[in-house]
């Protein structure tokens, strides 16, 4: 149960978002040891000058300011490690396939816990 949600300024350049959660739904799935079924990536972008970075707003998404911003939600069952191999994953992919330094993709991590789930139509319990 993996679930991104990215933010980010609109590129400048072409990028295809689709191929982009494609491609990263998969690198975490294999990587991670998770079933694909049960990722979920979300991206949404920020209006122009609707992100200020260091006091200053960008109208587009600057290579090296303005940092994706990135936050994962996945099982309190994950060890730190899984998790830091997690964040290392997204960041990895991210930079990748998108005209972005890894260095300015800032992502955070909550836990979900245990019959605080919803999801395929029942609360989620796990050990």
């Given at each position: ?22 491609e990263?739904?998969k ?46 939600v ?21 930079a ?12 955070t ?15 989620v319990?796990?050990?």
């Amino acid at each position: 149960m993996p679930l991104l949600t990215i933010k980010s300024l609109p590129f400048a350049q072409e990028v295809n978002i689709p191929v982009t959660l494609g491609e990263l739904s998969k690198q975490l799935a294999n990587k991670c040891d998770i079933p694909l079924n049960h990722v979920m990536v979300a991206w949404e972008y920020l209006p122009p000058n609707h992100f200020a970075h260091n006091g200053r707003v960008a109208n587009c998404q600057p290579q090296n300011s303005h940092p994706i911003v990135v936050h994962l939600v996945a099982p309190n069952f994950n060890t730190e490690e899984q998790i830091s191999e997690m964040l290392e994953v997204i960041a990895s992919s991210l930079a990748e396939q998108l005209p972005i330094a890894k260095s300015n993709i800032f992502i955070t991590f909550s836990p979900a816990y245990s019959d605080g789930v919803y999801d395929e139509g029942h609360v989620v319990e796990w050990e």
